[in-house]
């Protein structure tokens, strides 16, 4: 048994709508697990790092889009990171009542240490 492999979606960064003006509620993660897995080779070398993504929530609160703003230096976590990414689930953000897709950065922390502060995960 390997144990925790714990990946960390930290806070997620401000949205910016596509196309709109005014002040705009921010979209919410649905779920308290995030469905990124720490890469295992990785994790039995005991390595850490960070990557920083943009994703595109839609106004139905799925992610239609992700780019990688910081590599944490490793392609295996950056690829993890977009590829779990794609599966997250929001509340979708609001602007006027209507919901709307927006642009937000979403820093991705991955640790064999959880951090109390954040959402934390063990795939």
Known sequence: M???RTTTLLALGAAVA???EGEIEQPRPLFA???IEYP???????MEGETLLRV???????VDSVEVVESS?????DSAAVAGA????FEPARQDGK??????????HFSKRPRPDTLGVSP
């Open 2 to 4: 390997i144990g925790r």
């Open 40 to 46: 295992l080779q990785l994790w039995d070398q005991d």
């Open 99 to 108: 919901r709307i897709d927006v642009w937000a950065e979403v820093p991705v």
């Open 56 to 62: 595109r929530v839609g106004d139905t609160g799925g």
């Open 86 to 89: 794609l599966k997250l689930r």
């Open 18 to 20: 596509c196309g709109t």
């Open 73 to 77: 230096g490793y392609a295996s976590f």
């Open 33 to 35: 697990e995030v469905p």
